[in-house]
Each structure stands twice: as structure tokens, then as C-alpha cells.
T-cell receptor
């Protein structure tokens, strides 16, 4: 079956531009996560949705970062006025269950480069 | 900030040898998971071990967990070139839904 998909796979933005990153989770998965992975590092948690409700957004690095999942399926991570330090791979993951984390299914990521 | 530290940061072995990677973490956990990431790809879940378990096997993978030492190890037996990847441990803390990842071990298996 189809896994988690993300688009675009690569994005180059000039400093100050806004970007929108899309995540299509596995159909029926309740939980959706966004992570940021800097080069040579492990993923760092950004935010979590249970269906359409954003239950944890403490990992978002600044108020320039905004995420939504309006219908409890597709999610969008938006970054306003991008800065060079936003350059990273943004990973989306979904999980079929809510509550204490079970295994998460990851998408291939979007590599964002801010020039 | 990241919870865990994997050790070693990089490991290079010959095909057929065993590979052992270690993970240490800082706080009490609900479970600990290991993931693999091939270059330029997303993460793939390998195995989950709960805080009340000490050892778990899956195919050529063996994971141990020592909650008193806040550490875990991942053993890959009879390694193959296709095992070349970065390996991350991730912890689930208390009732939190998020995973906290370490920095990873980069494994290279030479044919």
C-alpha cells in the first residue's frame, strides 16, 4: 500500500520567502508528526496532530513556523520569512494510533535550502 | 535538544561481521525504538522495546535495554552491504506522543 508521501522533495527558497511543505499520511492514520533534521543530526520534533487537533507544538522553533491538518488527513507545514538556519530536511511521520507512541511511518522528507 | 547519544558515531565493518551500536538516554521512558535511515531517505522502523522488557529479537536484529543504566544496544548479526545506513535510537517518554531521537550511528558494511 501507499506510504507517507511528501512534496516537494526539494525546495530552494531565497531568504525571506514563505514556503509550504505538504504531507500525505497513510490513509486512516490518526497521528501525524513533523520533525526537522539538520545535516548529520537526528530528527527533532516540531509538532504533533491527533486527527485535526494540534496537540503539541512546543517544538516549533519560532512563530514563523505554522502547521495545520484541517480535515485530519493531509498536513501542511508553513515557514514564513525563511532564514538560512531553516535549511534542513523536514520529515513527516504518521501512526495508526493515538496515545503513547508506537512505531511511526516516515515519509522521504522535503529538503529545504534557504539561500 | 536531543535525548540520546549513539555510540559509536561511525562504524565500518566487513560483510558477514556483527555490528553493535549503543544508545544512552537521560530520562525515564515508556519505550525505546530503533530506526534505520538510508542516505537521502526517510526513517524506517526496525524494532520497539518496552521499558519492562530487557531483550528483543527480530530476524538478524537483537536489541537489549537496561533501564537502570539508561542504555540500549542494537546488534546486527551477519551484516550485509545493504545494511549500510544510519541507525537512530528514539525514546518515548511518559505519556508524550513524540519521539526523541539521538544523533545516530553511521554504519558502513564493506562487501
Amino acid at each position: 500500500g501507499a506510504g507517507v508521501s511528501q512534496s516537494p522533495r526539494y525546495k530552494v527558497a531565497k531568504r525571506g520567502q514563505d514556503v509550504a511543505l505538504r504531507c500525505d499520511p497513510i490513509s486512516g492514520h490518526v497521528s501525524l508528526f513533523w520533525y526537522q533534521q539538520a545535516l548529520g543530526q537526528g530528527p527533532e520534533f516540531l509538532t504533533y496532530f491527533q486527527n485535526e487537533a494540534q496537540l503539541d507544538k512546543l517544538g516549533l522553533p519560532s512563530d514563523r513556523f505554522f502547521a495545520e491538518r484541517p480535515e485530519g488527513s493531509v498536513s501542511t507545514l508553513k515557514i514564513q520569512r525563511t532564514q538560512q538556519e531553516d535549511s534542513a530536511v523536514y520529515l513527516c511521520a504518521s501512526s495508526p494510533l493515538a496515545g503513547p507512541p508506537y512505531e511511526q511511518y516516515f515519509g522521504p522528507g522535503t529538503r529545504l535550502t534557504v539561500t | 535538544s536531543q535525548q540520546g547519544e549513539e555510540d559509536p558515531q561511525a562504524l565500518s565493518i566487513q560483510e558477514g561481521e556483527n555490528a553493535t551500536m549503543n544508545c544512552s538516554y537521560k530520562t525515564s521512558i515508556n519505550n525505546l525504538q530503533w530506526y534505520r535511515q538510508n542516505s537521502g531517505r526517510g526513517l524506517v522502523h526496525l524494532i520497539l522495546i518496552r521499558s519492562n522488557e530487557r531483550e528483543k529479537h527480530s530476524g538478524r536484529l537483537r536489541v537489549t535495554l537496561d533501564t537502570s543504566k539508561k542504555s540500549s544496544s542494537l546488534l546486527i548479526t551477519a551484516s550485509r552491504a545493504a545494511d549500510t545506513a544510519s541507525y537512530f535510537c528514539a525514546t518515548a517518554q511518559g505519556g508524550s506522543e513524540k519521539l526523541v531521537f539521538g544523533k545516530g550511528t553511521k554504519l558502513t558494511v564493506n562487501p
